[in-house]
């Protein structure tokens, strides 16, 4: 009996023991499972705040974007006095114009302190599963002093980081990552806006003769169009508009199956519908083509330091070494742009009896002027008194203009009088198909002050025209648009700002038809230099706030 105890106590001890062990075992085991869920859960966590505080940079980039880009232009599009934006220049005080003006309404302002302006990003509703949220703040710090290069053109530098902090709240203490978009830097640049913006601007929407101008569905702008009296527009659809249509009067004009009505309304469904992307504004306030850029200026720029010659002839100003202006013409003259040796841009302009062939040397900043057998070199180029670009300005008729424009040259073709185009005229450097000239740097302005820009008999069939049109108290039209074969499509890269809507052919195909393509780059800010400006400013930047940073991993 006592052997059979003795037994059953050493079962009992092993099976104590490796129950035991067993337990242990056991316990080793969940233990480490929850280890290894708690690193596991650590892990995912800390991937989460990262994320979150990337969420975070990006809406600073986003932020910073729409307050540069829309804020500030929107608050700045309502100055007229240059006073307001130069003071922020005299002063040095670029952090200023971004406090008192980069933001929308009932957003914060920046904060200006010890050389930088910072703002607070507010957090959006992600709307994710995830327990956490970030905190961003866009720090901006001047890249230089501003500047007023010339005229109301003043140019702003920056440079720019996002902090971001992503925190996990699920486990406690909480996870944070912080992260920053490394310094980016772009410039502002706010200046008084031009009509070169338009794809099409008339003060009176209707031909000289008053015949009414209908919008079909043919009619198709990609850029801003307005007018100082009301636009018309016939069938469904009848028009599409990618960039805001504006007019004056609060009615617009629909064909209404013959029955003409006038209605304020975007549209006459179901019989004329207009398709606008940005919006269809009437009652808009009338904007004179007398602008603060007048005649008398690019007739001043030009001249430079030459006396307004009585006689006629080709002047290009000058103090016997250097250019002091641009290119002057007395008399009725004819003009074309041409491409000479190394690329350089050249003008071979003649009246009367003599040509003289203007030659610009981009690289060496000098120009050569032959007449007959003479040449002579002077230092510069004749870009006017203020160097803000090539500048022709004829006193009579240019009755010849046609060519090239060469790649690195911005050029604004001036007349007293009527400008009349007899061949292509076009940009060396664009795209062909979609038509664009966007990336490229050539830029031509067709400018007549005190007549019109035609398309003459002599003109071939399907002619290109690259440039921004402006006749402010004429049309941009076709001679003898009524008469004869049709001579195919006149196709227009850039805009046309017009007195009256000038004629181009007939709906029995007489003349040209119509493909106006839109100069995105307008829209952007740039515009023919000299061109005529609004009494408002606007402003841009230089797609600095597009370029792809470097991301940096702060940690906790």
């Known amino acids: 009996m006592i052997k059979m105890a003795n037994k059953r106590g050493v079962v009992l001890v092993v099976s104590l023991i490796v129950m035991t062990i067993l337990l242990v075992l056991t316990g080793v085991y969940f233990l480490s499972l929850m280890t290894e869920k708690k690193s596991a859960d650590s892990e995912e966590f800390t991937l989460q705040a990262l994320g979150l505080a990337e969420a975070g940079a990006n809406q600073g980039v986003s932020e910073l974007r729409k307050r540069i880009r829309v804020d500030l232009l929107n608050n700045i599009s309502v100055f007229t006095q240059g006073s307001v934006i130069k003071a922020y220049v005299t002063n040095n005080d670029s952090l200023g114009l971004l406090r008192d003006y980069a933001y929308g309404a009932g957003q914060p302002q920046f904060v200006v302190s010890s050389g930088q302006a910072t703002v607070a990003v507010s957090a959006l509703n992600l709307n994710t599963a995830v327990s956490g949220n970030y905190n961003a703040t866009i720090i901006v710090t001047a890249n230089g002093n501003p500047s007023n290069p010339s005229g109301e053109i003043y140019l702003f530098p920056y440079k720019y980081t996002i902090d971001s ?3 996990i709240t699920r486990q406690t203490p909480n996870i944070q990552k912080r992260t920053r978009l490394l310094q980016g830097v772009f410039t502002l640049t706010v200046r008084r806006d031009t009509f070169a913006k338009y794809a099409l601007f008339t003060s009176h929407h209707s031909t000289p003769s008053g015949t009414t101008v209908w919008f079909t569905n043919t009619t198709n702008f990609t850029g801003p169009v307005s007018t100082n009296t009301r636009f018309s527009f016939r069938n ?11 007019q004056h009067e609060t009615k617009a004009r629909f064909y209404n199956n013959g029955l003409t009505i006038l209605l304020n309304a975007d549209s006459n469904p179901p019989n004329d519908v207009p398709v606008f992307d940005n919006g269809f504004t009437r009652g808009a306030d009338i904007m004179n083509l007398e602008s603060s850029v007048s005649q008398a200026d690019l007739k001043k720029e030009a001249l430079g330091t030459l006396s307004n010659p009585g006689s006629n002839g080709i002047y290009v100003p000058n103090n016997g070494t250097i250019l002091t202006g641009g290119v002057y013409i007395v008399g009725n003259s004819s003009v074309s742009m041409g ?3 190394n690329n350089n841009p050249v003008y071979t302009i003649t009246q009367g009896a003599t ?7 981009y690289a060496n900043n000098q120009t050569k002027i032959q007449t007959g057998s003479v040449t002579e ?5 004749p870009d006017g008194e203020s160097n803000i670009g090539t500048l022709i300005y004829a006193k009579d008729n240019i009755n010849n203009f046609s060519g090239t424009v060469q790649k690195n040259t911005a050029l604004t073709v001036s007349s007293e009088r009527d400008i009349v185009i007899t061949n292509h005229v076009q940009y060396q450097e664009y795209t062909s198909s979609p038509l664009s000239a966007s990336g490229y740097n050539n830029l ?5 002050w005190g007549g019109n820009v035609r398309i003459g008999t002599s003109a071939p069939n399907n002619i290109n025209i690259h440039g921004v049109v402006m006749a402010p108290h004429g049309v941009f039209t076709v001679d003898n648009y009524n008469s004869g074969s049709a001579r195919g499509t006149a196709t227009l890269l850039g805009g046309a700002i017009t007195d009256f809507y000038g004629p181009f052919g007939t709906v029995s195909g007489a003349g040209y038809g119509r493909n106006f393509v839109y100069d995105a780059r307008m829209l952007q800010g740039m515009a023919p230099p000299y061109f005529p400006y609004l009494t408002n400013f606007t ?4 797609g600095g706030l597009d370029n792809k940073l470097v991301w940096q991993d702060k940690g906790v």
């Open 539 to 542: 402003s841009f930047d230089n």
């Open 444 to 448: 031509l302005g067709i400018l007549s």
């Open 165 to 167: 902090i992503g925190t």
């Open 339 to 341: 491409l000479g040796t």
């Open 377 to 381: 070199t002077y230092q510069g180029i």
């Open 355 to 361: 040509t003289k062939i203007v030659t610009v040397d």
């Open 236 to 246: 469904n659809p009848s028009g599409h508009f990618t960039e805001e249509a504006s």
